[in-house]
């Protein structure tokens, strides 16, 4: 019924001109400084500079970046980083984030509150705070880190993490995490609070308790959040930048150990010590980082979402 | 009598384990905040102990305040921050309306399409968008950072409000219109009040990744005269980063007003991650 009406005032009033209004300046500004300049983007990685002029060089710059040893060798360095970079809170921050969410939903925790407001606070803080204090706290100038491990007798294991090769990456995968863990927790803290009462007292009456109650009831019925916060650090960290620039600088040292796709095409764009700048590789760059992020958004969407069953309650 | 005890087991290692990554969560920055009160000597003989009167000193503040340009940094962030946001809350809310309200053709698609900046990153486009900003003379202006800001924030706000907007009683904007309020007039008078419960969610969502950037600041305006906090405190670390003294207490000065503001906010924050799921 309600529909017939509705379809009748279309007709009556051909043009509705307040929808227009309405949707025009978000729109505008969404089209123009959003949508055009992205495929604006796609469009130069097409394009290369002869003679200051842009020539249309079709698939050459992507040959470049992943052929040319010159540029395929930091590419696949950084690429390979940031795989790792994601691997790592993968592995690390969603565990974490749901270990504590489902210590937090608990339903007669007290201080939840606050532990949830104080976990919280390192989401809170901008990259620039965050790798700064951590380079000062793992600086081995500053005792704070090789006193906190003297504490438990661990001393010999400092090491400088952030300036060693082969721990510079983990280490700041690590501060990532700390940084991030609220995220996954509130969501996965949302996500076992909505999971009905009725459910969990019928388990209850079942002898499921416990750990078991865990597992077998609550996990599954949150596994859609668990995508969603997967899809979300997949994209969050394919595009990551200014935690490795603000710990690391430009040059993601040491010796381009923790150089990810996002100093790379910072780099690459607007030239470092001597290289100058290239829009155009840098527009490649920008545009292989679209297709991954487009390739992880894509799979979430038809492979996970489709297969996750959503329970109604 | 068993279960008695093997719960109260559980609810304290529940505790510990949640305390320990309260200390974990809170302790750098704690230790950054402490020794920014202290001199040189106290911050590196005892790095974990409190200030004491014979290690209290203010020389980093002092630093601070002489030589970087902070308050012009400051109000450059609260003006990016505040434009920005007033635009998308605004913008987002109107089209928010007209997703929700009016059945037109493209309806479905325009959702879609405005919900598709949720996944996709604007820092993808910042080659573009460079290349546009100079063609228009906005680099070095607020005015950029508050276009691109504006255009990064309102994909997901469009698309939480228009959940929030269908909500709203079909009986009150028909009452409105039969007592002869334009389009306009409900939706700023009748519509807008309504949705400010989740306006507020938005705007923290909104605002802290705006305060934080880093990418487009150092891309788009790296101007002395319109340099904003973060990108600010970037630089004066880079450039002070043997004086440890104006180091923490630059980090200190960074944390404080966030933690404020965090603190005011936080219920909010959290009510609108968790919203409709706590009871």
């Not at chain 1, 003679?51 to 010159?70: C, I």
């Amino acid at each position: 019924m309600k529909q017939i009406v509705a379809m009748d005032t279309e007709n009556r009033r051909p043009i509705r001109w307040h929808i227009a209004v309405f949707l025009a300046p978000a729109v505008l500004i969404y089209t123009a400084i959003m949508i055009i300049p992205l495929f604006g983007t796609l469009q130069l990685s097409l394009f290369g500079t002869a003679d200051n002029q842009q020539v249309f060089v079709g698939l050459d710059n992507f040959r470049t970046l992943l052929g040319d040893p010159r540029w395929s060798a930091s590419f696949w360095n950084a690429l390979w980083n940031n795989t790792w970079f994601f691997i790592i809170h993968m592995l690390v921050q969603n565990p974490v984030g749901i270990l504590l969410a489902a210590l937090l939903s608990h339903p007669r925790l007290r201080f939840a509150a606050f532990y949830r407001s104080a976990i919280f606070i390192p989401t809170i803080l901008s990259f620039v705070i965050v790798g700064f204090t951590w380079k000062l706290i793992l600086s081995p100038l500053w005792g704070v880190a090789p006193d906190l491990l003297g504490y438990v007798g661990l001393k010999h294991l400092f090491t400088p993490w952030l300036g060693k090769e082969e721990y510079a990456l983990t280490t700041l995968g690590l501060i990532s995490v700390w940084q991030f863990v609220g995220i996954p927790m509130m969501l996965i803290y949302a996500a076992l609070l909505s999971i009905p009462e009725e459910i969990l007292e019928a388990a209850e009456c079942d002898g499921i308790t416990g750990m078991a109650q865990f597992w077998k009831i609550q996990l599954p019925l949150i596994l859609p959040a668990i995508g969603i916060i997967s899809v979300l650090t997949f994209v969050g960290n394919f595009n990551a930048f200014d935690l490795i620039y603000s710990a690391q600088g430009a040059l993601a040292g040491p010796n381009y150990a923790t150089d990810i796709l996002g100093t790379f095409l910072y780099r690459t764009f607007f030239g470092f010590q001597l290289q100058s700048g290239d829009p155009n590789m840098g527009a490649t760059i920008a545009s292989i980082m679209f297709f991954i992020i487009l390739a992880g958004v894509c799979t979430y969407l038809f492979a996970v979402q489709t297969r996750l069953r959503r329970y109604q309650f | 009598m068993s279960q008695a005890r093997s719960s109260t087991s559980r609810t304290v290692a529940a505790h510990a384990v949640l305390i320990t990554y309260t200390v974990i969560a809170l302790f750098p920055v704690l230790v950054i905040v402490m020794n920014s009160f202290k001199s040189r000597q106290g911050i590196f003989r005892a790095p974990l102990a409190p200030p004491t009167t014979e290690t209290f000193d203010l020389v980093g503040y002092q630093t601070v305040l002489a030589q970087g340009n902070f308050p012009l940094y400051f109000q450059n962030s609260l003006i990016v921050t505040v434009v920005s946001l007033a635009i998308v809350l605004v913008f987002g809310a109107m089209a928010a309306f007209a997703l929700a309200e009016y059945r037109f053709r493209g309806n479905t698609l325009m959702g879609l399409y405005l919900a598709l900046g949720i996944m996709i990153p604007i820092r993808l486009g910042t080659v573009a968008i460079l290349k546009l900003m100079v063609a228009s003379g906005l680099v070095n202006t607020l005015t950029a950072l508050i276009l691109v800001y504006s255009a990064q924030g309102l994909p997901l706000a469009i698309f939480i409000l228009t959940e929030f907007t269908r909500q709203i009683s079909d009986d009150l904007k028909n009452a409105g219109r039969i007592d002869g309020l334009s389009e306009y007039t409900i939706f700023f008078r009748l519509v807008l009040p309504l949705l400010r419960p989740p306006m507020a969610t938005v705007a923290v969502f909104t605002m802290i990744p705006i305060w934080n950037d880093l990418w487009f600041p150092l891309i788009l305006a790296p101007a002395e005269d319109t340099k904003t906090v973060t990108l600010g405190a970037q630089i004066f670390l880079g450039q002070f980063v043997t004086n440890w003294n104006a180091v923490l207490a630059a980090l200190s000065l960074a944390i404080v007003p966030v933690l404020i503001l965090y603190l005011i906010f936080s219920r909010q924050l959290i009510r609108g991650i968790t919203s409709g799921a706590v009871k």
